[in-house]
């Protein structure tokens, strides 16, 4: 999981623009104010409130990169992926992915990296939520360069897998 999350801090510096940078670094402004204003107030008046006020800025600081990257991505990368059709290869241990993705924005998308992750069917909605969360293939498509409101067919093999029973979440980054 922290590999995971490193490949997309990586993948996100690599490619962010200006507008990228300029909201990320709103939200570490934020944080360092919070934190300062949390330290005073430790230190000058009640410490109780001031920690509570550093907690805070940590615990708003970490929703604040994800609904920032969620919410550039909506509005200024926004990309839609078709239903993924899969077929299970007979004589051999592989998967065969078809699946499409539309640029929905005006701009032209320079990359795309589209993350697949498998996990085991459960009729326990908990238990199918937790299975979700840990995958057991991970599966990363990256694709170049989707001139705006075009659509790119996307085929993908996925060797050794055998299951029989699974679910697909998928996850585009794009920039």
Known sequence: MLSSIKQNFIFILQNAGVIDYLAYSWIV??????????????????????????????????????YVSDELNNRLRKIEISKINTKQLEYSNALMLDFSAKNLSPKKL???????????????????KLNALNPFVKHTIFVNEISAFEEKNIKSTINNFAFVDYNITIKPLCF
């Open 110 to 128: 320079k990359i795309c990296k589209i993350d697949l992750n498998f996990y085991t069917l459960n009729k326990n909605k908990y238990k199918e």
């Open 29 to 66: 402004i934020a944080f360092i104010f919070l934190l300062l204003l949390g330290v005073y107030l430790a230190i000058k008046w009640w410490w109780t409130i001031g920690f509570l006020v550093i907690f805070f800025g940590f615990f708003g600081m970490v929703f604040g990169f994800y």
